[in-house]
């Protein structure tokens, strides 16, 4: 993508990139942008594949990065920690752990913790999403290539191997 350039885009569309950065949801970006809610998934797609729209939310997406002074290693060791984080870890012996002597990616693993006079208990970030979100952001959830001479199989295998496919596709 190009991003040297200037780029011209009409209110309309800029405020789509805009709302778009927002939950990366481009139906719902295109209805706050003030496109019809008929047409709103429809054009939300279209616009994702214009080229100045993708450059103009590169551009929001560093302009946002830059601000934030937040990098992408942070965030990838921020999701590792919460990861590889254990609940046994917070408590010794059965109790619970000081919170004073918790380490920092003990830390950020906590979603929660609820202190009573007769119980303890410490809830944890999800796992699920942080290891959703390092696969994409590493590209692990990207299909493998997959090269198969399909003139060497027989029709029996390529019926088979094309009934797996559609299967996977729903």
Request: aromatic letters at 4%; glycine letters at 2%.
């Amino acid at each position: 993508m190009s991003t040297n350039r200037n780029i011209k885009l009409t209110a309309k569309k800029e405020k789509f990139c805009q709302e778009y950065l927002i939950d990366l949801n481009a139906t719902q970006a295109a209805i706050r942008a003030g496109y019809s809610k008929k047409t709103a998934r429809s054009q939300g797609q279209r616009l994702l594949t214009n080229v100045d729209i993708q450059d103009q939310i590169s551009n929001l997406q560093k302009e946002a990065r830059k601000s934030a002074d937040i990098t992408r290693e942070e965030v990838l060791s921020t999701l590792a920690a919460i990861m590889r984080a254990k609940l046994p870890d917070y408590f010794t012996d059965g109790k619970k752990m000081d919170l004073e002597k918790l380490t920092d990616e003990q830390k950020l693993a906590l979603e929660s913790i609820r202190v009573t006079k007769s119980s303890f208990s410490v809830k944890l970030t999800s796992k699920i999403s942080a290891i959703e979100r390092i696969n994409r952001m590493l590209g692990y959830d990207l299909p493998e290539d997959l090269n198969v001479n399909i003139n060497k199989l027989s029709d029996d295998d390529l019926d088979n191997l094309l009934m797996k496919i559609a299967a996977r596709n729903g």
